[in-house]
Nanobody
Framework: QVQLVESGGGFVQPGGSLRLSCAAS????????MGWYRQAPRKERELVAT???????NYGDSVKGRFTISRDNAKNTVYLQMNSLKPEDTADYYC??????????????WGQGTQVTVSS
């Protein structure tokens, strides 16, 4: 089993910054992809950013140029630096990881979510 623990959400004014962290622990052999999705009220969950084990990154169109994802493979941790935040970034942010376990099974895990509110 694998656990994803998120931290760093909160309240910020427009134009401000926040940094989210997500640490994975458990029976991990390799993490193929790790990243963030978000879901605003009455909207579908959408991609924010992902980081693969080969170093590739992918961003949702609405956050390109403002958010940066990074990863510490040794700590099985991914970070999301969010700058120039806008009210439309308000959402619950969920960590996601595609994990190969120590028994070589492949599974996808989700964190419990952390709330980000951008408002004046």
């Amino acid at each position: 089993q694998v656990q994803l623990v998120e931290s760093g959400g909160g309240f910020v004014q427009p134009g401000g910054s926040l940094r989210l962290s997500c640490a994975a622990s458990g029976s991990i052999f390799r993490i193929n992809v790790m990243g963030w999705y978000r879901q605003a009220p009455r909207k579908e969950r959408e991609l924010v950013a992902t980081f693969t084990s080969t170093g590739s990154t992918n961003y949702g169109d609405s956050v390109k140029g403002r958010f940066t994802i990074s990863r510490d493979n040794a700590k099985n941790t991914v970070y999301l630096q969010m700058n120039s935040l806008k009210p439309e970034d308000t959402a619950d942010y969920y960590c996601n990881a595609e994990v190969v376990s120590t028994t070589r099974s492949l599974s996808v895990y989700w964190g419990q979510g952390t709330q980000v509110t951008v408002s004046s």
